[in-house]
Nanobody
Framework: QVQLVESGGGLVQAGGSLMLSCAASGRTISSYRMGWFRQVPGKEREFVASINWSGSSTNYANSVKGRFTISRDNAKKTVYLQMNSLKPEDTALYYC???????????WGQGTQVTVSS
């Protein structure tokens, strides 16, 4: 079993930056794809970014491409999401997730709130 705890959310003005962190405990994350998702009340959770086990391959939603960067430190069992040029539409509850070996998103954190004011 693994526990994921997100941190780093907060209130920021449009154009600002935040870095989210996702700390894992319970077991290593080094063999697994990790990702970030976000959700706004009344809408479905949407994919933001993912990174493979080594960090050599990343994927981004079109809406954040060029502004957000996902990275990982397997030794620290932590995944990061650097968010730059934030927009009000980035306001959401951001979740960290870990995939299983079948690449299904299996484990989820509790989320950290990001609010971008205009």
């Amino acid at each position: 079993q693994v526990q994921l705890v997100e941190s780093g959310g907060g209130l920021v003005q449009a154009g600002g930056s935040l870095m989210l962190s996702c700390a894992a405990s319970g077991r290593t994350i080094s063999s697994y794809r990790m990702g970030w998702f976000r959700q706004v009340p009344g809408k479905e959770r949407e994919f933001v970014a993912s990174i493979n086990w080594s960090g050599s391959s990343t994927n981004y939603a079109n809406s954040v491409k060029g502004r957000f960067t996902i990275s990982r430190d397997n030794a620290k069992k932590t995944v990061y999401l650097q968010m730059n040029s934030l927009k009000p539409e980035d306001t959401a509850l951001y979740y960290c997730a870990m995939a299983d070996l079948a690449l299904q998103w299996r484990y989820w954190g509790q989320g950290t709130q990001v609010t971008v004011s205009s």
